[in-house]
């Protein structure tokens, strides 16, 4: 196994190297690759990489449908931010405000019948594992936006409702990637099925994570404003959890929730979260989740060194913020 | 061979089948569930399962890939009515217009997939082919439709760029439905290239007509006002022409074209277009893609029936208004 740094760079490197039709179709193909030149961590492709390695030492073979995961995960981002009307992704202006919102509608279309293709780059033998695997992760990602859509004009939301919509909207796309690299990689299976549920749960925990640290994170190690969630009145696992505890620190938040934007209710929100206990709670929450990724992947055949990888990534994702 | 209303039927019926979660997910899917129902020829569909009967009589075994590529047309229908900003279509509110905007985004996102997962419903042999027919026609689709929001902001379209246009934004799924079907009954590669050929030029001419119909046609029969395209000010056969004919008619046309919309511009375009005989010219051109979609079927293995049953489809899209 190489480093999950090595597998990323991996994908960096190909994903610099995607040629798009230029002359006068660029106003179709140079948002996608404004889109993809984004940076970030290549948490998915790195994964579909690392998982064809570890069950069959062939990052190489899984190079473009680690692409294609990446590319839908960036068209996802174009229409989320058409339809949250973001005007900044990592510091950067979205597609929608640099050229239109007609723009990211249609060139996020053109990127998933793009990240289709890229991902069907596989064996015939396993074309249509990969193709179902790829086409159904989509949905659960769909469904997952259109509750998390639907969550903004409810007053309060279940616990389970919320770890359902994670499980969906982040949740499934990590465990297609993993589940894809296994079959690129020979995996059986069960070890596939295995693979999705590891990157489910890892989903959840890093979700988890990045609520915590989106309100008690270090803004430049963040990459973005500390507080964002709390100014948006965003269901985060922290006010989800923390409401349905109830009792005076859950009246306290609903008013504290309804203080106008700004560094005087991040602050107010922040001390009922920390009155609460609520950063070892979420901290417990997403640590318990980890668990049941490693889970997954002791379930599973691979070697001890794999295991390990894993184990590694987990951490790098998880307590990335110590 | 069946005539072609008892395949539209059966395409009809096989839609109308057609089964979505309920429930929390009712959000995302009863907007798909809408989309579908919105009736119209059902041409895309019928030319899959016309196409599949005639070269190995299985119309049944194309009933979902044939859905697929209706889904996939409805899903464009979605996204364009949000960058048209149309509020209604066939005479209904659009998706768009009786939820939102986010709602027509996402369950449009939701349809694309669908429609790739209905589409791949063939036997593995021939996966691969339909996969990479169905996602080569949904870029030309993109590209067509990026091309004709760039017209937009045109002054003056060259006549081939048009027509360019067009062979993508409608022939291309035409020719990709064609394709498709093709592949299902077990045409030869040469055989399913012929197809995919009459396809874009059946569309080609289907598009020259509804663009006659928009301004000379019966309201009643066209199904909706005569005159659309000239009060928008769209870039239609009849204009493109028009204009590149050149001498004062052109001029007197681009003066026309610079009224306020209402009927006294619709009575000024029309009048100029009479007058420079654009009805014959129109209907001359769409006659000789009718011929060319026409002579790729002549080069296929298919039979005398077979040619029979296209020649009647041509007539009753191209010659409709008669």
Known sequence: ????????????????????????????????AYGMQAGGKRLRPTLVLMTADAFGKCPDKALRPAVGIEMFHNFTLLHDD??????LRRGRPTVHSKWDANTAILSGDTM?????????????????????TFNNQALRVYEGQRLDMDFENQDEVALDDYIEMIKAKTGALL???AKIGALI???????????????VMLGVAFQIEDDYLDTFGNADTFGKPIGGDINNNKKTFLMVKAIASGGANAEALKAALKLPAGPTKIKAVTRIYE?????AVSKAEAAAYSSKALAAIKKTSLS???????????????????
Do not use: C, H, N
């Open 275 to 279: 009155t609460m206990g609520m950063p």
């Open 304 to 322: 001890d060194d794999a295991r390990e990888a894993y184990r590694k990534l987990i951490e790098k994702l998880v307590g990335r913020s110590k």
């Open 112 to 132: 998933l019948t793009l990240a289709t293709k890229l991902v069907s780059d596989v064996d015939d033998s396993i074309l249509r594992q990969v193709l179902d």
């Open 185 to 199: 990689g020979g995996a059986s299976k069960e070890d596939a099925d295995r693979m999705y549920e590891f990157g």
């Open 1 to 32: 196994m190489k480093r999950v740094s090595e597998y990323s760079a991996l994908a960096e490197a190909e994903i610099r190297a995607l040629d798009f039709p230029k002359g006068k179709l660029d106003a179709l193909y140079a948002p996608i």
């Open 175 to 177: 465990g297609g990637a």
């Open 82 to 87: 058409v339809m949250d009307k973001s005007d």
